[in-house]
């Protein structure tokens, strides 16, 4: 059996019936360009006689591109496989999926009908859509659901009629991994004809089972597995076919292939959630923003040393960059030694462990540390090595008290402490500066500013002074902004002195 996995995108049918995500043609036909540059074998473009929209989608996407087979989704009506070939008159290879219901729930409620008349009706949608094109796809809808016995009967049968593919779909999620690839080597066994035809999967993701039940498929004999792009789709979605692919590639043991541009799958994934405003949540599967970020500082340890230790898949294959060190406060002194390394901060031991130090009172408060966060940590190290250095701050201010603040400073080895009252918090502090460094400088400029956003960023203060003609400028920066202007008035002392 051939070992190739042909991959069906119906980003652009089943992807676009998610509530809120529907493109316009022109959007349509972005995202089929980029399909082709991902390397899928088959498009589907849409369900021509649903409305004048998708119709001409189809129209115009089998005009824009020339490698894939563009397919158009029908039910077993005249009709519908009509209107179908008229769209796809414009597709270099064009494919007509076309088919039915086979589960007693379909067969019984949904189209009040019996299982023999459900297979001549099968049949003929199959043979009145082969004058057409000569590929044709036939769907068993709900087949998840449906009796092996009767599912292979229906498959024999539309298989004989001219069915060049037949796809098995689990419409409702509900099949579990092992029941899903018994339900494709029962067909594979059973049905005398299915050499004639590819058996492709179809799986959606209502119990989270879509991609595990699509693999079961191909490892049972499947060599088609239709997906979406992020796992969209109806209710949870569909199978993601970037987890498929990527499994795929994973187990080489397993011995498969697809025609894939792997190093594409970030940027159609991108593409897709923009164009279809679905933003990707952060833990997804090889395209969430979190896929490749590591923050547990033993994790991040093992992924400097190497990859592998917990990466299965090279960021580099699905057209990441590099892997995400997300500094938070579980990380260890291996991941901030080496993002300071990247940001051309060197640091002996003594210096890191005191940055760390700093570094973990930070993170404490903030959920992530960006690159500015570090450069600051970095300079507060510097500035600490003046003779000038606080040791303690305590401030007390509300609508009804007298701002008032009590400071501590370690000067040259020696512990001081002062109080003292003023306009406000920062001026109480500069005050009780004062008082244990008495100096003639006039402050001449206080300035705060944002280093990043959130209430629980960092602020930046600066401070100039000025004394006999001669003008200093401090720097601190913290989240509790009190903190950062006593540290950017000390610097600024310190400088005078």
Not at 64 to 86: G, Q
Not at 145 to 171: C, F, H, K, Q, W
Not at 214 to 219: A, N, Q
Request: include cysteine; aromatic fraction near 6%; charge should be negative.
């Amino acid at each position: 059996m051939d070992n190739k996995v042909y991959i069906f995108d119906t980003t652009l049918r089943d992807g676009e019936q998610v509530p809120g995500c529907q493109l316009n043609t022109i959007e349509k036909i972005e995202v089929a360009r980029q399909l082709e540059k991902l390397g899928v074998d088959i498009i589907e473009a849409g369900f021509p006689i649903s409305s004048p929209g998708d119709f001409n989608s189809v129209v115009e996407i089998s005009k824009a591109v020339s490698n894939p087979t563009i397919c158009a989704l029908t039910r077993a009506v005249k009709k519908d496989i009509e209107v179908a070939a008229d769209a796809l008159k414009y597709a270099k290879r064009g494919r007509i999926h076309t088919g039915i219901g086979t589960s007693p729930y379909h067969i019984y409620q949904k189209l009040n009908s019996n299982p023999d008349e459900i297979i001549e009706r099968g049949v003929a949608a199959v043979k009145y859509a082969r004058q057409f094109v000569d590929d044709v796809e036939f769907y068993a809808e709900d087949a998840g659901r449906s009796d092996n016995e009767y599912l292979a009967r229906v498959i024999e049968a539309v298989i004989a009629a001219g069915a060049t593919v037949v796809n098995i779909p689990d419409t409702t999620g509900y099949c579990l991994p092992s029941e899903y690839g018994e339900k494709i080597a029962y067909l594979v066994n059973n049905v005398p004809n299915i050499d004639k035809a590819i058996i492709s999967t179809h799986c959606h993701n209502d119990l989270g089972m879509a991609t595990a039940n699509t693999l079961s498929g191909i490892i049972n004999g499947a060599r088609q597995v239709e997906v979406t792009l992020n796992g969209l789709g109806e209710r949870a979605g569909n199978t993601a076919l970037e987890e498929v692919v990527m499994a795929i590639k994973a187990h080489k043991d397993l011995d498969f292939t697809t025609a894939i541009d792997a190093k594409q799958i970030i940027k159609t994934s991108k593409l897709v959630s923009t164009l279809m405003r679905m933003p990707v949540q952060a833990n997804k599967a090889i395209v969430g923003r979190n896929a490749f970020a590591h923050s547990s500082g033993i994790h991040q340890d093992g992924v400097l040393k190497n990859r592998e230790t917990y990466e299965i898949i090279d960021p580099a294959d699905v057209g990441v960059k590099e892997s995400s060190i997300v500094l938070t406060a579980r990380s260890g002194r291996a991941a901030l030694k080496h993002r300071l390394e990247v940001l051309g901060y060197t640091l002996d031991q003594e210096k890191l462990d005191q940055v760390y130090k700093n570094f973990l009172i930070l993170a404490d408060s903030k959920k992530d540390i960006a690159d500015e966060d570090l450069e600051v940590l970095v300079g507060h190290e510097k500035k600490e090595e003046r003779v000038l250095k606080l040791d303690n701050l305590q401030v007390i201010c509300g609508k009804s008290c007298i701002p008032s603040a009590t400071v501590t400073l370690n000067f040259n080895g020696k512990i001081m402490t002062k109080n003292a009252i003023g306009d406000g918090p920062v001026d109480a502090a500069f005050k009780a500066i004062r008082k244990m460094i008495p100096t003639e400088a006039v402050l001449e400029e206080y300035l705060v500013q944002a280093v990043t956003r959130g209430s629980d960023d960092i602020g930046k203060v600066h401070v100039q002074l000025a004394l006999d003609g001669k003008t200093v400028h401090g720097f601190g920066a913290n989240v509790d902004i009190l903190t950062a202007s006593v540290w950017a008035y000390l610097d600024a002392l310190s400088k005078i002195m």
